[in-house]
């Protein structure tokens, strides 16, 4: 816990008055500040069905795509799947332009990183070398949980130079 000798102080009982005199859009503005989520987006399943084409519709427009069309050869029942392509979609809120961009992405940086016998199927911890195992274990740190029970994970990214 840090400590900040230039915060201002303040009774709990006070704060929880202050917010409960808010509205429900203002506190989700303010939960919205806090939390770091500019824009909410409520996954329905015709946005995640419109999203899923227009994903595979822009992932037909590129071009550069050598890893990606070979991962779809290799394992495509998983480049395939909706759990692995809405991980794309989420991280860009659904924009099916940058989330085809980034999975094209992901795929050259799995086969840099982890080699052409490893990039196409599933890498479990046996798998990993020296070095992978070394960067894991220098590089991500499990920190205590935060107030709501959330899992805080801090990546250290000058580990990287392997």
Same mark, same amino acid.
């Given at each position: =816990? ?6 201002? &102080? %303040? @009774?709990?009982?006070? !704060? ?7 509205? #429900? ?5 303010? !939960?919205?500040? /806090?939390?770091?989520?500019?824009? =909410?987006? *409520? @996954?329905?399943? #015709?946005? /995640? ?5 227009? !994903? ?5 427009? /590129? ?15 998983? *480049?395939?799947? $909706?759990? %692995?392509? !809405?991980?794309?979609? &989420?991280? #860009?809120? %659904? ?8 999975? *094209? +992405? ?8 982890? +080699?052409?016998? &490893?990039?196409?199927? $599933? ?5 990993? @070398? ?7 274990? #220098?590089?991500?740190?499990?920190? $205590?949980?935060?107030?709501? +029970? ?6 250290? &990214? +000058?580990?990287?130079?392997?």
């Amino acid at each position: =816990m840090a400590l900040s000798f230039t915060a201002p &102080r %303040f @009774e709990v009982e006070a !704060l929880e008055q202050e917010i409960n005199k808010l509205s #429900e859009e203002e506190k989700d503005r303010l !939960l919205s500040d /806090i939390y770091g989520d500019d824009k =909410m987006i *409520v @996954e329905t399943s #015709e946005l /995640i069905a419109e999203s899923l084409a227009q !994903l595979h519709e822009e992932l037909r427009k /590129i071009d550069d795509k050598e890893t990606y069309t070979r991962a779809q050869q290799e394992c495509s029942d998983y *480049v395939n799947s $909706p759990e %692995f392509l !809405l991980q794309f979609l &989420r991280t #860009e809120w %659904f924009d099916a332009k940058k989330a085809a961009q980034r999975i *094209v +992405g992901y795929w050259e940086h799995k086969l840099l990183s982890f +080699g052409e016998d &490893r990039t196409f199927g $599933p890498i479990t911890i046996d798998q990993l @070398e020296d070095t992978d195992l070394r960067v894991l274990k #220098e590089s991500i740190y499990l920190l $205590p949980k935060d107030d709501n +029970g959330r899992v805080v994970i801090h990546v250290d &990214r +000058g580990t990287y130079n392997v």
